[in-house]
């Protein structure tokens, strides 16, 4: 007797064979033969009455399940990174299914509106009930502008605020979302076009006056897509915290560490303590301390601060604010190590020999208080022999032994040559209204120098006990720079007369070489600048491939859990490989470990963007009251459509225009990086010394325009008289192949 399957199994064939469910394939599936047919007849007809089953043409779904093959929308990501999508072909009258999509290494990457084509696999999870891989996209993530709105008779447009972006955007009547005229708007591209051939568009977020200073770093916040609001739960959750007990915790309170930021920090999360080394074998060696806030006690794998957190990657710095990754009750409270109050904390003991080599190092979980909160002008200061009254009493018994420490670690550093960039770094002074007051560049100190020398010290101690103790982690990766760009910068050198080793295993003692062969010369800032322009972007990664910058063969973040979530994720490693507690890597976060790399490198990137289009805009908003002034600077950048110039002053980066420079024709060479007069024949390369006038300053979009008055002290030539070109214009041609030929011998000779 053939047996009859039941209802049960005759809906999950259905649901796994969507393309096989007319009443033959399921016959045929189920090897039910003659008069049997009359009983599964039945059987579909109860289930299509219960509603379990809809009849189409010939064929059989299941309506309260989604086809293994359907159509999706993709979801924005939630607080873990994670994308889920809305099924579009959902017919079911209970609740519409979750489907977590899982993205392959070779997908491409979706964004939130993009609608796919996916296989899906029914799983039983808490949050979720199918998975998905993706088939193929068919759907497209609708494009997200930013600009200002210009009302008119009928809707309006909005006028880009980016740098080199000029085409503007047609807003329609019914798509204002209530924009008045000049406000900065946000909006998104609707894909239809006017009769004009501009693009549609419709505004999302109305975001205020344009012109307001404090609109500036606003403006990067919303253009990079920064997350800056905080959501409930995660508010909820970190005003709930109390402060961590001694439990579990070595009592570090009388270990006088202290802590030293910028005199405006908002947080401090590491503090520092050393002493002469008391050991009779280690005779001229030191201990030194560095103890970090314990951010992992507070922020647990799984929770609404914890998905936040990742989310953000990183806090990113403004002049006018921070965007914080933890909320203030933790960066600014909990996990703050403020002077005299008790902090839990992450601290490793650091022996280092009378030559600053590292010769052995313990990691503690433990409980600390800081003795003071100092700045480091004010350390550097007591140093040099005029301490205040805070730094006066620490003078002999802390901060003498910490730079008798720092000396110590100099010296090492020597010998291991790190590449030494000199490239000061800017400081924008703000009123309280938001207008800049001032640009001057930040001083370096030897007391900058020593916290760096601790903290890269401490950041080596993670890596290299975690590697020991065979635990997954995060490793900072600075790769050395790709070939191209080291024959771009011995080119650079070439051309300014310095010469960089060639033939051998690049080292940054090379580098180093080069750069001290200008120190001091007019040319050091362009070595330097061509010297960083030939790195490769440093990025986070759970394989080891050493940091090529730092000459270090095992690095990682430790340092700053509050600001990166790298170092969170090394401070639960650590947690976990020393058997502390239950907050330490758990398996979910060790499988995600390269997703999460790609992420947080990513975020990090995002931060830099911003906080450098951020400080272009306040550069134009600070010059703009100067245009007509004339400024020294030095060529920093060629390209076809003109010349960059890094002036003096400020370190604002201006560009002059190649349709502003002279009457003549400039011929672009790429390989060079030159333009060459046709006419007159002069060279424009990198490095040479300029005189600019300031033609125009956009503070919307951060740029500025600039005019040419004298290359290398001189004016550009004149041109000349149709008559004269002629001759010229052969020569200019002559010396241009014949360097062309030079070029391409020198590359077959190689």
């Keep these: 007797m053939t047996r009859i399957p039941t209802k049960a199994e005759i809906l999950d064939w259905i649901s796994a064979n969507p393309t096989l469910t007319n009443k033959r394939d399921i016959a045929k599936a189920f090897g039910i033969k003659g008069a049997a047919r009359i009983d599964l007849k039945r059987l579909l007809r109860e289930l299509e009455d219960e509603g379990h089953l809809e009849k189409r043409r ?75 891989r993706l088939i193929r996209r068919i759907g497209t993530n609708p494009l997200k502008v930013m600009g200002v709105y210009r009302k008119g008779s009928e809707g309006g447009r909005i006028v880009p605020i980016d740098k080199g972006h000029n085409k503007e955007w047609t807003v ?13 708007v946000e909006a998104e591209l609707s894909g239809r076009k006017d009769r004009l051939g501009l693009p549609h568009a419709r505004i999302l977020n109305r975001l205020g006056d344009p012109s307001s200073p404090k609109a500036v770093s606003l403006i990067a916040i919303h253009q990079h897509g920064i997350p ?34 910028p005199s405006d920090a908002r947080d401090h999360d590491d503090a520092c303590y050393a002493h002469a080394d008391e050991d009779p074998k280690n005779a001229g060696g030191h201990v ?34 921070v965007v914080p990754m933890l909320p203030d009750r933790l960066s600014g409270d909990l996990c703050s190590l403020h002077e005299g109050v008790p902090r839990a904390c ?38 040099d022999g005029t301490p205040n009254e805070r730094t006066a009493p620490l003078l002999d018994p802390l901060l003498k032994p910490l730079f008798a420490a720092y000396r110590a670690l100099a010296d090492a550093r020597d010998k291991r040559q790190p590449l030494d960039l000199e490239l000061p770094e800017r400081r924008i002074e703000l009123a309280e209204d938001g207008t800049v007051t001032s640009v001057n560049f930040r001083e370096r100190l030897d007391a900058h120098r020593l916290i760096e020398e601790f903290m890269v010290l401490a950041n080596v101690c993670a890596a290299e006990t975690l590697i020991a103790k065979r635990s997954p ?15 771009a910068l011995r080119e650079t050198a070439a051309a300014s007369g310095y010469t960089l080793a060639k033939g051998q295993v690049l080292q940054t003692r090379h580098l180093n070489n080069l750069l001290n062969q200008a120190a001091g010369s007019d040319d050091a800032e362009l070595i330097n600048m061509a010297t960083l322009r030939s790195m ?33 994720i090394v401070h639960r490693a650590l947690i976990s490989a020393h058997g502390w507690g239950k907050d330490g890597l758990d398996g979910d976060q060790i499988d995600r470990l390269e997703q999460t790399a790609t992420h947080i490198s990513d975020t990090e990137r995002r931060s830099m963007m911003a906080e450098r289009d951020t400080t272009d805009r306040y550069l134009a908003a600070y010059l703009s009251e100067r245009v007509g002034s004339e400024f020294g600077g030095r060529i920093s950048g060629i390209a076809r459509f003109g010349v960059f110039v890094r002036m003096d002053e400020t370190g604002a980066d201006g560009l002059i225009p190649i349709r502003t420079l002279g009457n003549e024709y400039f011929h ?74 030079k070029r391409k011998v020198a590359r077959k000779r190689k």
């Design 288 to 321: 030194i301390w560095v103890a970090i806030a314990d951010v992992a006690a507070y922020v647990r794998p799984g929770t609404a601060l914890d998905r936040e957190a990742r989310n953000r990657g990183n806090s990113t710095y403004f002049p006018d604010r």
């Design 228 to 261: 800056d609001e905080f959501a409930d739960e995660t508010i909820a959750e970190a005003d709930a915290m109390k402060p961590i007990g001694m439990e579990g915790r070595e009592d570090m309170r009388d270990l006088p560490l202290v802590t030293i930021d």
């Design 473 to 487: 982690l995060l490793f900072r990766v600075h790769e050395e720079p790709a070939q191209e760009k080291l024959d």
């Design 58 to 132: 010939k064929t059989y779904r299941d309506p309260d399940r989604l086809p293994p093959v359907s159509v999706l929308q993709i979801k924005a990501p939630d607080g873990n990174g994670d994308l889920f999508a809305q099924p579009l072909e959902w017919h079911g009258e209970g609740v519409e299914p979750a489907v977590l999509v899982i993205p392959r290494a070779s997908d491409p990457a979706l964004g939130e509106g993009d609608r796919i084509l996916a296989r899906l696999t029914v799983v039983h999870e808490d949050d979720y009930n199918y998975e998905a």
């Design 668 to 741: 672009f060479d790429r390989e060079a990086g030159t333009l060459m007069g046709a006419d007159s024949g002069v060279v424009i390369s990198i490095g040479q010394r300029v005189t600019v006038r300031l033609a125009q300053a956009a503070p919307m979009t951060g740029g500025l325009e600039l005019e040419l008055l004298n290359l290398e002290d001189s004016p550009l030539p004149r041109r000349q008289s149709p008559a004269g070109r002629s001759p010229q214009r052969k020569a200019v041609k002559a010396r241009r192949k014949a360097d062309k030929v």
């Design 536 to 568: 490769t972007q440093a990025y986070y990664s759970p394989e080891n491939f050493g940091h090529f910058g730092l000459a270090l063969p095992r690095y990682a973040h430790f340092t700053s859990p509050i600001r990166r979530y790298s170092d969170l």
């Design 172 to 184: 329609p009547e019914d798509a204002t979302g209530g924009a008045k005229d000049g406000e900065l």
């Design 346 to 383: 992450i601290a490793v003991r650091m022996q280092i020999d009378a030559f600053g080599q590292k010769i052995g190092h313990r990691f503690h979980r433990a409980m600390m208080r800081s003795g003071a909160s100092l700045h480091y002008a004010e350390v550097q200061e007591a140093i």
